[in-house]
Protein backbone atom coordinates (compact mmCIF):
# COMPACT_ATOMS: atom_id res chain seq x y z
CA UNK A 1 0.00 0.00 0.00
CA UNK A 2 2.82 2.44 0.77
CA UNK A 3 3.87 2.19 -2.98
CA UNK A 4 0.65 3.19 -4.39
CA UNK A 5 0.59 6.46 -2.01
CA UNK A 6 4.35 7.12 -2.71
CA UNK A 7 3.48 6.79 -6.32
CA UNK A 8 0.55 8.87 -6.20
CA UNK A 9 2.73 11.56 -5.02
CA UNK A 10 5.25 11.45 -7.41
CA UNK A 11 2.64 11.88 -10.55
CA UNK A 12 1.06 14.38 -8.53
CA UNK A 13 4.76 16.09 -8.27
CA UNK A 14 5.66 15.55 -11.53
CA UNK A 15 2.58 17.16 -13.12
CA UNK A 16 3.15 20.28 -10.92
CA UNK A 17 6.55 20.54 -12.23
CA UNK A 18 5.43 20.11 -15.71
CA UNK A 19 2.86 22.60 -15.41
CA UNK A 20 5.96 24.92 -13.73
CA UNK A 21 7.70 24.39 -16.51
CA UNK A 22 5.15 24.95 -19.51
CA UNK A 23 4.25 28.19 -17.35
CA UNK A 24 7.66 29.20 -17.49
CA UNK A 25 8.40 28.51 -20.89
CA UNK A 26 5.15 30.94 -21.54
CA UNK A 27 6.24 33.73 -19.34
CA UNK A 28 9.73 33.57 -21.10
CA UNK A 29 8.24 33.86 -24.87
CA UNK A 30 6.41 36.92 -23.68
CA UNK A 31 9.22 38.15 -21.91
CA UNK A 32 10.84 37.86 -25.30
CA UNK A 33 7.96 39.66 -27.19
CA UNK A 34 7.98 42.36 -25.06
CA UNK A 35 11.83 42.62 -25.10
CA UNK A 36 10.81 42.91 -28.88
CA UNK A 37 8.06 45.71 -28.57
CA UNK A 38 10.02 47.60 -26.64
CA UNK A 39 13.08 47.88 -28.85
CA UNK A 40 11.30 48.84 -31.83
CA UNK A 41 9.19 51.70 -29.89
CA UNK A 42 12.93 52.93 -28.65
CA UNK A 43 14.00 53.19 -31.99
CA UNK A 44 10.95 54.87 -33.12
CA UNK A 45 11.62 57.36 -30.14
CA UNK A 46 15.24 57.84 -31.56
CA UNK A 47 14.71 58.35 -35.19
CA UNK A 48 12.16 60.52 -33.72
CA UNK A 49 14.86 62.75 -31.94
CA UNK A 50 17.05 62.99 -35.04
CA UNK A 51 14.42 63.94 -36.89
CA UNK A 52 14.06 66.71 -34.44
CA UNK A 53 17.99 67.22 -34.13
CA UNK A 54 17.95 67.59 -38.46
CA UNK A 55 14.86 70.15 -38.33
CA UNK A 56 16.23 72.50 -35.55
CA UNK A 57 19.77 72.55 -37.16
CA UNK A 58 18.14 73.55 -40.98
CA UNK A 59 17.49 76.97 -39.70
CA UNK A 60 21.09 77.52 -38.47
CA UNK A 61 22.19 76.13 -41.90
CA UNK A 62 19.54 78.50 -43.53
CA UNK A 63 21.20 81.71 -41.63
CA UNK A 64 24.34 81.36 -43.03
CA UNK A 65 23.47 81.53 -46.72
CA UNK A 66 24.30 85.43 -47.43
CA UNK A 67 21.92 87.55 -49.05
CA UNK A 68 18.75 86.52 -47.30
CA UNK A 69 16.00 88.63 -46.04
CA UNK A 70 14.60 87.31 -42.19
CA UNK A 71 11.63 86.98 -43.94
CA UNK A 72 12.91 84.36 -46.80
CA UNK A 73 14.76 82.08 -44.02
CA UNK A 74 11.42 81.26 -42.50
CA UNK A 75 9.74 80.74 -45.40
CA UNK A 76 12.71 78.47 -46.78
CA UNK A 77 12.90 76.95 -43.15
CA UNK A 78 8.62 76.69 -42.82
CA UNK A 79 8.67 75.02 -46.38
CA UNK A 80 11.59 72.32 -45.73
CA UNK A 81 10.36 71.57 -42.22
CA UNK A 82 6.66 70.78 -43.24
CA UNK A 83 7.46 67.58 -44.66
CA UNK A 84 9.67 65.17 -43.35
CA UNK A 85 10.78 64.28 -46.80
CA UNK A 86 11.76 67.39 -47.77
CA UNK A 87 14.03 67.27 -44.77
CA UNK A 88 15.87 64.12 -45.75
CA UNK A 89 16.15 65.83 -49.42
CA UNK A 90 17.66 68.96 -48.07
CA UNK A 91 20.16 66.99 -46.08
CA UNK A 92 20.84 64.67 -49.09
CA UNK A 93 22.16 67.83 -50.81
CA UNK A 94 25.60 68.64 -51.31
CA UNK A 95 26.55 72.50 -49.56
CA UNK A 96 26.35 74.71 -52.58
CA UNK A 97 23.11 72.47 -53.99
CA UNK A 98 21.40 73.66 -50.51
CA UNK A 99 21.72 77.07 -50.87
CA UNK A 100 20.35 76.95 -54.53
CA UNK A 101 17.34 75.29 -53.10
CA UNK A 102 16.63 78.04 -50.11
CA UNK A 103 16.87 80.58 -52.03
CA UNK A 104 14.61 78.87 -54.88
Known amino acids: ?14 DGLSALVE ?3 KFGATYQETTQEIKSI ?5 NEAEGNDRRMSIF ?12 KML ?11 TVD ?3 SLP ?10
Not at 42 to 46: I, L, Y
Open 75 to 85: VAEEYICKDAR
Open 42 to 46: MAFFK
Open 60 to 71: TEIMEIEGLSKD
Open 23 to 25: EID
Open 89 to 91: FYF
Open 1 to 14: MKKDVSSKKRSRSE
Open 95 to 104: KKFKNDYVCK
